[in-house]
């Protein structure tokens, strides 16, 4: 679909600082639009100057409070849509709702097939994202996703800050694929945990898989939400005669008692990047330098202006 009007970006509440970053880098303004709510907590949403036959893009990550969040991408898209836009591209740099991709249990829904319906029948005509928890997610929606990796950003990060004798660690299986390819371009060795998981934010690591004694590691995953996970992989780690411990992931979830638990783990550093605002808990972790968070708003902005352009997206892809 081919559009002629301008480039708008619009923000909803739940990255406000990310969507502004995205327009220094594309020079242009963030849209006019009224966020607020009413006094029984309904999103309040009015877009404040014309929109008819432009090119939209609504920064709106589903992150915690996911619901409110949803809700506001929802109702935003639907403003959008009644005032022809020509087009309406959900960015939407963390997907929630993904870790229900599947029916693996008894009478469980598939909420990221839902979320997927929902926004298609609010009005986006594409989605552009980063870092799914599962890349078949993409299959649910039945317009365009662009689905981005922020794995160039990190590399470039570990090419500029350097650890020596490094073995990247794959916090389970499922996440061989996206370890094998951090270890590709960074010159270094693969191990990987096998976990089980019994309950939601539970999880036993049982073993490690590859030599780690005296190397320094680089856990690598998409997400971190409680932190129990990735802390418990570095002490396995450890355990096993590794040195330095390190960890880098998309999307800085940190719910629940994450801050204390990394403030109280083997890692000697987490990198993140800012799909997600941290909340305020994580504010002396980031300035001890514990925690350390790269931006993807010039990653954002390059797909944005090529969608635009309709030129292709692949080249950011790895």
């Known amino acids: 679909m081919s559009v002629t009007g301008n480039i708008k970006i619009f923000a909803g509440n739940a990255n406000r600082p990310l969507a502004e970053e995205i327009c220094g880098h594309l020079n242009v303004d963030l849209g006019r639009a009224t966020t607020g709510r009413f006094s029984d907590g309904e999103f309040n949403f009015q877009i404040e100057e014309n929109v008819r036959g432009t090119d939209v893009f609504i920064v709106q990550p589903t992150c915690p409070p996911s619901d409110r969040h949803l809700m506001e991408l929802l109702i935003m898209q639907d403003a959008f ?10 960015v939407i740099p963390y997907f929630g709702y993904a870790r229900s991709d599947k029916k ?18 609010a009005g986006a005509h594409r989605v552009l994202t980063i870092d799914m928890h599962a890349s078949q997610i993409q299959g649910f929606f ?18 500029d800050n350097p650890i020596d004798n490094l073995i990247v660690v794959a916090p389970d299986t499922g996440g061989a694929e996206r370890a094998r390819a951090y270890a590709k371009r960074l010159n270094a060795g693969l191990a990987l945990c096998d976990k089980r998981r019994e309950r939601a934010n539970e999880a ?18 998409d997400m971190c939400d409680t932190g129990g996970t990735i802390c418990k992989v570095a002490k396995a780690l450890h355990d096993n005669g590794a040195n330095e411990v390190y960890a880098c992931f998309t999307h800085a979830v940190l719910s629940g008692n994450a801050a204390n638990n990394i403030a109280d783990s083997y890692l000697k550093k987490v990198i993140v990047t800012n799909t997600i605002p941290l909340g305020e808990n994580m504010n002396s972790l980031v300035e001890s330098g514990r925690i350390e968070v790269l931006s993807v708003a010039k990653l954002l902005a390059s797909a944005i202006n090529s969608i635009h352009d309709e030129t292709s997206v692949s080249s950011l892809f790895i």
């Open 81 to 90: 849509m009644r005032a022809s836009a020509e087009r309406v591209t959900a």
């Open 104 to 121: 693996d249990r008894p009478r469980v829904p598939i909420a990221a097939k839902l979320v997927s319906n929902l926004i298609a029948k």
């Open 142 to 159: 039945d317009i365009p996703v662009d689905h981005l990796y922020a794995a160039p950003i990190v590399v470039d990060y570990f090419a």
């Open 204 to 221: 036993d690591v049982m073993n490690v898989v590859g030599d780690v004694e005296g190397k320094n590691c680089l856990i690598v995953d």
